[in-house]
């Protein structure tokens, strides 16, 4: 233990203490790991490392794996037709076997991208280390965990060791201060966020989101603004663990059996009194407009009632020649009105916005309305979990009969590894993370939106502006 | 893991900013469950046109640049997904050092576990190296992660922070499993006390 345990410290800085196996000057940290989360695309390297080198799982039991990325969202009764990502699932299902780790299957009914069912099954829990060979990772830092994606050669690190080689990141409070105008979501907060920091505004950092309007958000919402976190370059993003946070997890499957005692020891998380960020911002939430990626990263963002700005708008050369190739990428010339740009595709999903209120925010928006005949729009649930529940809501129903189409749960068209993409020049209203280019589909625009900006877009047939909708 | 200790190679430029991982190497080719072989993938949707023919506008494909091993490239290189085909594409088509202003975390890591030299220097050297790549042909740059400095032959000389343990993994070519390993008991008490 450090002297610093007697000092205030933020949320970070304890779970950091509190997962230190060895630290020596001039070292990386040796960092305890306490769960991860395992999908096909980034391990079948490392458990080939593990093999080569004679190694095992240190620990299976800590470690948590499903399908995702690659698989079909169509009937799963059907066989996967690619063959080359049928192998990756496969050698993904006998790695689980061979080194003992519980693995969700396709057919399972609780399989879903992993950013969703960890929260979802009580895996992902206050004041934990957790990774995944995976970006997004930084999700569950909306449960107060230190969360964030690793390489490969970092997978094969933490099955045969358990802990990770680290260096100690800066911490950033990110506080949005005062309640977000009706119409404005999770999304458009962490967009807008990311608009002013920038796509690297967040490097080498951890972010804590703290303030009025991240402590009004709901579990699912925390999980889209932390999800986000990355795509301003941040190592991990995360919020202060409360009640909210306690109430979601309590009666879920892998929650600790003594879920009061472990409720006692959660309390002591959050940021004390007079703890010092290495650096911190503050916004307005009454600010925050919905908001519309209009280039090709997602700091690349503009209000739904704003135009798409021109190079010239920029100060910096880089910057300009940033928007310039963007605006190209993207089929634009700057100064269209946001609402003017006209839509092909809507997918609403991904781990940013496919849980259970994301659909019932589209799905309010959708009711007894039609999908646009110029648009063809999908919604693919979060996890089998999410699925259901929306079915059991008849949310199915009206997505259907709206003429969107209702797909089994994963990745789909969020990176578009599975059959579910964008064709050359088609332009999409997304709720995923990531309009770079070819995201979804060689020569696909992705505009990146909340999921209820979405539904409209899709029944408009063009982006409108959710605030004045009826 | 691979070593590194001095590299001297032609350079290729760069010149976008915010490079990110799914341009690298894009999702198509991450089915594979191998580690080798993602070099001809790299850059794949900008290295190639629509018919699959070679674009001749991208900097990759420049007759001067073809056996580049050092890739002079803008800020926030390698940014978004975690995934660490890009240093394996980057390693596999050739390249050993990547010079940038800055870098995104993961991908940084993910260089360094793969041999590969990732050297930071601030955004007026990497603007003076565009314009020395540009005026020079067949320029070259010589990485020594010995003495940390970075240098051509046209009396161009810099050095570059690293951290210690990052180089000297690099420079020994250590595994970072089997170091870590050597303090399994401290693993082993943290686990029976946490
Ligand atoms: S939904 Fe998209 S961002 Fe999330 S894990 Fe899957 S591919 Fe990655």
Same mark, same amino acid.
């Given at each position: 233990m450090t002297d610093s345990v007697n000092q205030p410290r933020t949320l970070f800085q304890k779970i950091w203490d509190n997962h230190v196996v060895h630290a020596a000057e001039g070292r990386q940290t040796i960092l305890y790991i306490d769960l991860q989360l395992v999908h096909e695309v980034t391990s079948a390297q490392a458990f080939e490392g593990l093999r080569l080198a004679g190694r095992?799982? /240190?620990r299976p039991e800590r470690t948590v794996a499903t399908a995702d !990325?690659?698989?079909?969202?169509?009937?799963?009764?059907?066989?996967?037709?690619d063959v080359i990502s049928k192998r990756q699932i496969d050698t993904l299902r006998d790695n689980c076997n061979d080194f003992g780790i519980q693995y969700y299957d396709?057919?399972?009914?609780?399989?879903?991208?992993v950013h969703v069912i960890g929260p979802e099954l009580g895996y992902t829990q206050p004041g934990m280390t957790i990774v995944c060979? *995976?970006? !997004?990772?930084?999700? !569950?830092?909306?449960?107060?965990a230190l969360a964030f994606g690793i390489g490969t050669s970092e997978v094969e690190h933490v099955l045969a060791t358990q802990t990770l080689l680290q260096d100690k990141p800066k911490t950033l409070e990110l506080r949005v201060d005062g309640q977000m105008r009706p119409g404005v979501s999770a999304k458009d907060l962490v967009l807008y966020l990311i608009g002013k920091i920038?796509? *690297?505004?967040?490097?080498g950092y951890c972010v804590e989101y703290t303030g009025e309007a991240i402590r009004e958000l709901t579990m699912e919402n925390r999980m889209t603004v932390c999800n986000m976190s990355i795509e301003a370059g941040a190592r991990a993003g995360m919020i202060a663990p409360d009640e909210k946070t306690f109430d979601y997890l /309590?009666? /879920?499957? =892998?929650?600790? =059996?003594?879920f009061d005692a472990a409720v006692e020891r959660w309390r002591q998380l959050p940021t004390d009194e007079g703890a010092v960020y290495d650096s911190s911002l503050t916004f307005l939430a009454a600010r925050i407009a919905p908001q519309v990626t209009w280039g090709t990263?997602?700091?690349?963002v503009a209000s739904v009632d704003a135009t798409v700005p021109k190079? %010239?708008?920029?100060?910096d050369p880089t910057e300009q020649k940033t928007a310039a190739s963007a605006l190209e990428y993207m089929g634009l010339k700057g100064? =269209?009105?946001?609402?003017d740009l006209k839509l092909d595709r809507v997918f609403i999903g991904s781990c940013t916005n496919a849980r259970i209120e994301d659909l019932r925010a589209a799905a309010e928006i959708a009711k007894g309305r039609k999908v646009s005949d110029d648009v063809s729009a999908m919604v693919v649930p979060g996890s089998g979990q999410v699925k259901k529940q929306a079915e059991s809501e008849g949310l199915d129903h009206v997505f259907r009969e709206a003429g969107f189409d209702w797909r089994e749960a994963g990745c789909s068209m969020c990176l578009? %590894?599975?059959?579910d993409k964008l064709s050359p020049g088609e332009r999409c209203a997304s709720t995923s993370n990531r309009n770079f280019?070819? /995201?979804?589909?060689?020569g696909g625009r992705t505009h990146l939106v909340s999921p209820a900006m979405a539904a409209a877009a899709a029944v408009a047939g063009h982006f409108v502006d959710i605030r004045q909708w009826s | 893991m691979k070593c590194f200790t001095k590299h001297t190679g032609l350079v290729a430029a760069m010149d976008?900013?915010?490079?990110?991982t799914d341009q690298i190497i @894009?999702?198509?080719?991450?089915?594979?469950?191998?580690?080798?072989?993602?070099g001809e993938f790299l850059f794949w949707d900008w290295a190639r046109l629509d018919d699959g023919? @070679?674009?001749?506008?991208?900097e990759l494909n420049q007759p001067g640049v073809k056996d580049a091993s050092v890739l002079l490239a803008r800020r926030n290189?390698?940014?978004?997904?975690?995934?660490e085909h890009a240093p394996w594409a980057l390693e596999d088509y050739g390249f050993r050092v990547i010079v940038a202003p800055s870098f995104a975390d993961i991908f940084y890591n993910n260089c360094f576990k793969n041999g590969m030299l990732a050297v930071r220097l601030p955004e007026d050297i990497v603007e003076q190296l565009f314009g020395r790549a540009e005026k020079y042909p067949g320029y070259e740059l010589t990485a020594d992660l010995n003495n940390c400095t970075v240098g051509d032959s046209h009396d161009f000389s810099t050095t570059f922070e690293v951290d210690s343990f990052r180089r000297d993994c690099l420079l020994n070519g250590l595994d970072d499993i089997g170091q870590t390993l050597e303090h399994e008991d401290k693993i082993t008490s943290y686990e029976g006390t946490h």
């Open positions: 095992v799982v /240190r !990325h690659n698989v079909p969202t169509t009937d799963r009764s059907l066989p996967i037709l396709l057919n399972d009914p609780r399989q879903g991208i060979g *995976d970006s !997004h990772t930084s999700t !569950h830092g909306a449960f107060g920038t796509t *690297d505004g967040g490097t /309590r009666g /879920r499957p =892998e929650v600790p =059996e003594d990263n997602p700091g690349l190079p %010239m708008d920029y100060a100064g =269209e009105r946001i609402t578009a %590894m599975n059959p280019e070819g /995201r979804q589909g060689k | 976008r900013a915010n490079v990110d @894009p999702k198509q080719f991450l089915k594979r469950i191998e580690r080798t072989g993602f023919s @070679p674009n001749p506008d991208f290189f390698g940014c978004g997904s975690s995934r």
